[in-house]
Nanobody, 120 residues
């Protein structure tokens, strides 16, 4: 069993910053791609940023230059530094990972989500 647990969400004013964390635990052999997705009320879940085990990253156009994704492979943890936050960044943020478990099976795992609210 593999679990992802997010933390760091909350209420912040426009222009402020937050840092999200996603910690993976369980029967993990390795973690391939990790990513952050977000879902605003009434909207679909969209990719925000992703990072490979080698550190290659990609971002949604809407967050480029404001958000930074990173990971600590030794700790099986991923981060999302969010700066210059806007009201449209308000959403539930979900952690996602493609994990190779101890039986060498590929699993796609989701976290439970953490709410980010940007107030004006």
């Amino acid at each position: 069993q593999v679990q992802l647990v997010e933390s760091g969400g909350g209420l912040v004013q426009v222009g402020g910053s937050l840092r999200l964390s996603c910690a993976a635990s369980g029967s993990i052999n390795s973690i391939n791609v990790m990513g952050w997705y977000r879902q605003a009320p009434g909207k679909q879940r969209d990719l925000v940023a992703a990072i490979t085990s080698g550190g290659s990253t990609n971002y949604a156009d809407s967050v480029k230059g404001r958000f930074t994704i990173s990971r600590d492979n030794a700790k099986n943890t991923m981060y999302l530094q969010m700066n210059s936050l806007k009201p449209e960044d308000t959403a539930v943020y979900y952690c996602n990972a493609v994990v190779v478990n101890v039986l060498y099976r590929y699993l796609e795992v989701w976290g439970q989500g953490t709410l980010v609210t940007v107030s004006s």
